[in-house]
């Protein structure tokens, strides 16, 4: 059963342009969003993540919106780059219970950023 | 830091081989995982250690797959009998029990069972 739906599943951006990636969950019991960036023959690696107390989290150009009530965050990437062309993973997990760090994964989207 | 490592990087075996994927988290941290990625099913962890004790092991397909983590610096994935519907790419990733959930993935194992 997949608890975190991603969309969409691939992307073509302009150089320049903006990139919106976005994740829906059922789970009220996440508190932990991240998002992960994956190049080819790489592991993924941290890109932003955000916790419900706030409903934006920026970090240069990459800005994760949330929202709670709606159960939906979503990726924005600002002035897009060739070099952002990856995947992205977002993800999430619940409350911070003894020794839980179980991150529930979306399928992924790849992003292609054209010159 | 190095980094997590991971070895081999590229395994080409045939069905019915054993198969021992090998990791090495990275100095300090608590918790271990394995993950597989293909294209039909994204990433799924397969288990995570804390503190070398397996807490979850809901993802492991099978018991052709066992994981074992004998010490702090050193886990083995391993698939006995493979078979080719185990290719794919095997991460290990390491965090740190310290507050932050960050997950550091090694490079990765690519698989083939022929």
């Known amino acids: 059963q997949q608890q975190v739906k991603q969309s969409p599943q691939s992307l073509i951006v302009q150089k320049g342009g903006i990139s919106i990636i976005n994740c829906a969950y059922e789970?009220?019991?996440?508190?932990?969003f991240p998002w992960y960036q994956q190049f080819p023959g790489k592991g993924p690696a941290l890109l932003i993540a955000?916790?419900?107390d706030v409903s934006e989290k920026k970090e240069g150009r990459f800005t994760i919106s949330f929202n709670k009530s709606a159960k939906q965050f979503s990726l924005h990437i600002m002035d897009s780059q060739p070099g952002d062309s990856a995947t992205y993973f977002c993800?999430?997990?619940?409350?911070?219970?003894?020794?839980?760090?179980?991150?529930?994964w979306g399928l992924g989207t790849s992003l292609a950023v054209n010159p | 830091d190095a980094g997590v490592i991971q070895s081999p990087r590229h395994e080409v075996t045939e069905m019915g081989q054993e198969v021992t994927l090998r990791c090495k988290p990275i100095?300090?941290?608590?918790?271990l995982f394995w993950y597989r990625q293909t294209m039909m099913r994204g990433l799924e962890l397969l288990i995570y250690?804390?503190?070398?004790?397996?807490?979850?092991d809901s993802g492991m397909p099978e018991d052709r797959f066992s994981a074992k983590m004998p010490n702090a610096s050193f886990s083995t994935l391993k698939i006995q009998p493979s078979e080719p519907r185990d290719s794919a790419v095997y991460f290990c990733?390491?965090?740190?029990?310290?507050?932050?959930?960050?997950?550091?993935f090694g490079p990765g194992t690519r698989l083939l069972v022929l």
């Open positions: 990733a390491s965090s740190y029990d310290g507050g932050e959930e960050t997950q550091y």
């Open positions: 100095s300090g941290h608590d918790y």
């Open positions: 250690f804390n503190n070398n004790v397996p807490i979850d």
């Open positions: 789970n009220t019991a996440f508190d932990y």
């Open positions: 955000i916790r419900p």
């Open positions: 993800a999430a997990s619940p409350v911070n219970a003894g020794n839980n760090r179980k991150l529930i």
